[in-house]
């Protein structure tokens, strides 16, 4: 697996075909892990995306998740409707 640390800049972040040449998944903290093919190489570096240790990874995305469960806390009722709870999948 290799991490990787950039933001989703949208259309054409992810080519449709690109999913299925290989695994892309996104988590807390603009981490993005994929497996280590050329290909998943080729997609990271056409986005600038920095190549981070798995623990430099989870550092990042727990932090990006307390900080998101401190901002869901504090919010209001009216402004939860409609919003997602914070999500603390961990990154494989």
Not at 31 to 40: C, K, L, P, R
Request: aromatic share 8%; charged share 25%; glycine share 8%.
């Amino acid at each position: 697996m290799k991490y990787w640390l950039g933001t989703n800049t949208g259309a054409g972040f992810i080519r449709g075909r690109e999913q299925l040449l290989y695994e892309i998944r996104g988590y807390a903290g603009n981490i993005w892990v994929t497996n280590n093919s050329d290909e998943a190489i080729t997609w990271a570096s056409r986005n600038s995306l920095t190549e981070k240790t798995k623990a430099e990874a989870t550092t990042i995305q727990e932090t990006a998740i307390e900080n998101n469960v401190t901002v869901w806390n504090n919010i209001s009722d009216s402004e939860i409707k409609g919003n997602v709870e914070p999500s603390e999948e961990a990154i494989p």
